[in-house]
């Protein structure tokens, strides 16, 4: 589904993403990795925000990337990371304001669960990206489905958070004069998916989607180049630091750039994205 407006950054404020599944395993960490590192190999300013000071999947990622360069002795870019630590939603907006006034885009990795920082985090979105694999096990988490027919029965617990959020935000946007929230759905691992199966789960999404108001864009499929890279905290951006590269980690790459061009971001990354993720 092709966005039908481009997104502005707002002077002197950050164009905020928010990356939230309330499950497991769906690549949410490793998309908002890859998403961040794009946009700083694109010129932006990036500055990242981890939300699970347990598992800090992100906030690693990148300790290992620095790690890396240190090593190595190289300079590649990488945008900054910290992990959350606050008690309170209003000590989490106040990290916000501060992170925002020196970047051009903030991602914010939110935790697998629901809890008052990643509802905070998801009001707060300019850009809400919820990744999930292809299978209605993923699916339960936005709709309900007909064991037969496979239609729409319902929306699910986290479809009305985000229906609830999103009434939040629209009182914020005239208030902070920030832009509405674009809602991106981000189907990964569709790889190995059998076609009926994938068939029935785009018609879901597609009905889902007009109820609820997101867009839906194919993500990062399932492959073991993202699993390995994790230690360097390398990225399939990297070129010439990952060794000889097959044709499915280009194929991959090629993936990535489709990505950050579905998600339509402000106008200078996408006017650049042909030249520099090509």
């Not at 907006?93 to 970047?103: F, G, K, M, Q, V």
């Not at 008052?116 to 809400?128: G, H, I, K, S, Y």
């Not at 889902?208 to 867009?215: D, H, P, S, T």
Request: with cysteine; aromatic share 6%.
């Amino acid at each position: 589904m092709a966005s039908t407006a481009p997104s502005r950054r707002i002077p002197g404020k950050a164009h905020r993403i928010v990356f939230a599944n309330e499950k497991g395993g769906t690549g949410k960490s490793t998309t908002a990795v890859h998403v961040a590192v794009a946009l700083a190999y694109l010129g932006a300013r990036v500055a990242s925000l981890d939300l699970d000071p347990r598992q800090r999947t992100m906030h690693r990622y990148i300790e290992n990337r620095l790690a890396t360069l240190e090593k190595r002795q190289l300079t590649l870019p990488t945008p900054d990371c910290e992990v959350f630590r606050g008690e309170t939603p209003e000590e989490l907006l106040a990290a916000i304001s501060r992170l925002e006034a020196t970047c051009d885009f903030l991602i914010i990795d939110n935790p697998g669960r629901d809890d008052p920082f990643a509802r905070t985090a998801v009001e707060n979105a300019d850009t809400l990206v919820t990744p999930m694999n292809d299978s209605f096990v993923d699916f339960d988490l936005i709709g309900q489905v007909d064991a037969e027919t496979f239609k729409v029965k319902k929306l699910s617990f986290f479809a009305e958070l985000i229906w609830e959020a999103r009434l939040k935000r629209s009182r914020m946007t005239i208030e902070q004069q920030r832009p509405e929230m674009d809602w991106v759905v981000v189907r990964n691992r569709t790889g190995h998916v059998e076609a009926r199966n994938q068939a029935r789960l785009q018609r879901a999404l597609t009905e889902m989607a007009k109820r609820v108001g997101f867009r839906v864009t194919q993500g990062l499929s399932e492959r073991v180049i993202y699993r390995e890279l994790f230690p360097s905290g390398l990225t399939l951006l990297d070129k010439g630091h990952l060794g000889e590269l097959g044709t499915s980690h280009l194929v991959a790459r090629q993936e990535l750039r489709s990505l950050v061009m579905a998600l339509s971001l402000p106008d200078f990354v996408r006017a650049q994205s042909e030249l520099e993720l090509a």
